[in-house]
């Protein structure tokens, strides 16, 4: 029997239980490889459900300034993805639950090699991968190498896909599907919930798994009110954002604690912020 991917379970947990999934995002090797892993155990601790780890790259065309900088600042600490599934596999020695999905852009997997990335990356514990500039047209081996390594392919939605797309991404996505629920790159500002319902309600004729919603998500109040909607909260801007200045306070032998704690604290609000508006659960068959 194939073990259950964690995002499956993870999201099911939620549903079963009327909780909408929190998933921060964060950039490998920002503010610096050494604080990775502590951010991510803090993430778990402040109650995220998925960690969506960024893959950094020199040409983020999809990331607004802040994301870009924080990939920045990684390269030149020397992140690279061979380094960035080392740092997974630290992880996983004492979490071996949460899920995490790899967001990134197509070149640095390229150059590694679809199914040596692929192998590895279920060797260290990725659940999910989402390339930004990979369309599910031109997935082909690519989604082969990460379905037989238990891997789900996760994939952008726009305000502007048509039904087509929509279609289209219906038929490979697993794990869940990524709404972004602004034109433009990560940060933007205005956030329409109407909208953003009204987008769900079409995606939701189509695709059949949860879907997730992020950019110009950047507080408790954005975050409760887009969570009446999705089945997931993603938030990246704002927590790297924090991170940065929280690390900007901290000297320089503290700047580890200081952006796990940080990141800790802040995102903390976010949980309980969506704890406290719960959806209605299915009733028992």
């Known amino acids: 029997m194939t073990e259950a991917n964690r995002i499956d379970t993870a999201l099911r947990r939620l549903a079963e239980t009327g909780r909408v999934a929190l998933v921060p995002f964060i950039t490998a090797g920002d503010p610096s490889p050494d604080a990775t892993v ?19 790259f020199s040409d983020p065309m999809a990331d607004g300034p ?20 080392d740092l997974v596999s630290e992880f996983r020695r004492d979490d071996p639950r949460t899920p995490i999905v ?25 659940d999910g991968l ?16 990460l379905d037989r390594n238990g891997i789900h392919p996760i ?18 996505a697993r794990g869940y599907v990524y709404y972004v629920s602004l034109k ?25 798994i949860p879907v997730g919603v992020g950019f110009g998500i950047r507080d408790a109040e954005s975050a409760v009110r887009v969570a009446h909607h999705a089945d997931a909260v993603v938030i990246g801007t704002k927590l790297i954002e924090t991170i940065e200045q929280g690390v900007a306070c901290a000297p320089a032998v503290r700047q580890v604690e200081a952006a796990a704690t940080t990141a800790k604290q802040w995102l903390g609000t976010i949980r309980a912020a969506l704890d406290a508006t719960r959806k209605p659960t299915a009733p028992a068959a």
């Open 184 to 208: 433009g790159t990560t940060g933007s500002a205005s956030l329409n919930t109407d909208d953003v319902a009204e987008r769900l309600a079409t995606i939701r004729r189509h695709v059949k």
């Open 66 to 85: 802040v994301i870009q900088r924080a990939a920045e600042r990684a390269l030149a600490q020397g992140m690279t993805l061979s380094r960035l599934l």
């Open 155 to 172: 994939f952008l939605l726009a305000p502007t896909s048509t039904d087509e797309r929509i279609q289209s991404v219906a038929r490979v």
């Open 102 to 126: 790899l967001m990134g852009y197509a070149n640095p997997i390229e150059r590694m090699g679809y199914a040596a990335f692929s192998q590895r990356a279920r060797a260290v514990g990725v």
């Open 38 to 56: 502590p951010l991510m155990h803090a993430l778990v601790q402040a109650g995220a459900d998925i960690i969506e780890l960024g893959v950094p």
């Open 130 to 145: 989402l390339v930004v500039d990979c369309p599910p047209e031109e997935t082909g081996e690519f989604a082969e190498q």
